[in-house]
Each structure stands twice: as C-alpha cells, then as structure tokens.
C-alpha cells in the first residue's frame, strides 16, 4: 500500500454530504475561525472556562504555599506562559492537587484551540497544501452563511 496523499494541490472537491471537522485558532485561521462562528462552539467554550478556573487555582495555590519564594513559569489564559515571580513552593497538601491541575491542564490544551465547522453537502473546494498531517483548501463555493465568498453573497 502506498503512502502517497490522495489529494494534490489544485485538486477540485464537492462535498457529496455535510463534513464536519476541526479547525484550529491561529493566524493562518482566523478568518475562518470568525466567520464559522467557532467561538461559540459549545465544546470550545467549555474547555477555555475550565482553563481559566484551573490556571487561576493554579495561581492561588502558589500564592499560599508554605514553602521558600522563587519564580514559576505558569500557562495564561490564552495559552501564553508567563512568570510568577513570588510563587511559594506548594505545601504538602496542594502538592498532590497541583498535579492534578497540571494533567487536567495538559489534557486540555488542545481542545482550548480547536473548534468544530460543518460544511453544507455540495461545497466546493479546492486543494491549496498538502502536508503529511493536514491538508489546507480553500472553499470556492458553499451555502455556509459565514464563508460564502463576496460574489455569493452579494
């Protein structure tokens, strides 16, 4: 069986039936991500809500630990790091739920980044990158009131 990728750039493709599948927040995205609405995503909000009760326990158990002061690099809100420097060594009881936090943190880091689009069946799209893990297209034709093109739009 070969390796080779069933699709090649330019490659035209109509959706036969309704394609659901992630997209992921980035600057290459963003448009996309806008106009699908992912942000309102009920999975993707989800897990951002969580994030932020998780990364702000986080915060709080530092902030009370027993232990000597030094700095800690910690995950943001939006995925960023940054460094907190009075962090206190977390005393013996937090240190078991820290971890706790970290693996629910680590589990969620993708999900925190990834919302789901449906594209109606009869979509028409054409193969802009090909990549061993992903292929990018762009969608020329669609009924998705958020990606219509201008033309279809008017």
């Known amino acids: 069986m070969s390796d080779a990728h069933p699709f090649q750039v330019g490659s035209q493709i109509s959706l ?18 806008d106009a699908a609405g992912c942000g309102s995503d009920q999975d993707y909000i989800a897990a951002n809500a969580r994030w932020r009760e998780l990364i702000a326990e986080k915060h709080a158990i530092l902030e009370r630990g027993a232990g000597p002061r030094g700095p800690v690099q910690l995950p ?4 960023g790091w940054t460094t907190k420097i009075l962090a206190k060594e977390p005393g013996p009881g937090d240190k078991k739920r820290m971890k706790v936090v970290d693996q629910e943190l680590d589990t969620l880091w993708q999900p ?43």
């Not at 036969?16 to 991500?33: A, M, Q």
């Not at 992903?134 to 958020?146: D, E, I, W, Y």
Request: charge should be negative.
């Open 76 to 79: 943001t809100d939006d995925g």
């Open 112 to 154: 925190i980044f990834r919302s789901k689009v449906t594209l109606p069946a009869g979509t028409l799209m054409e193969i802009a990158l090909v990549n061993p893990e992903f292929v990018r297209f762009n969608v020329t034709s669609t009924t998705h009131p958020g990606l219509q093109t201008k033309k279809e739009g008017a």
């Open 16 to 33: 036969l039936e309704d394609w659901t599948f992630s997209v992921e927040k980035s600057r290459i995205s963003d448009r996309v991500w």
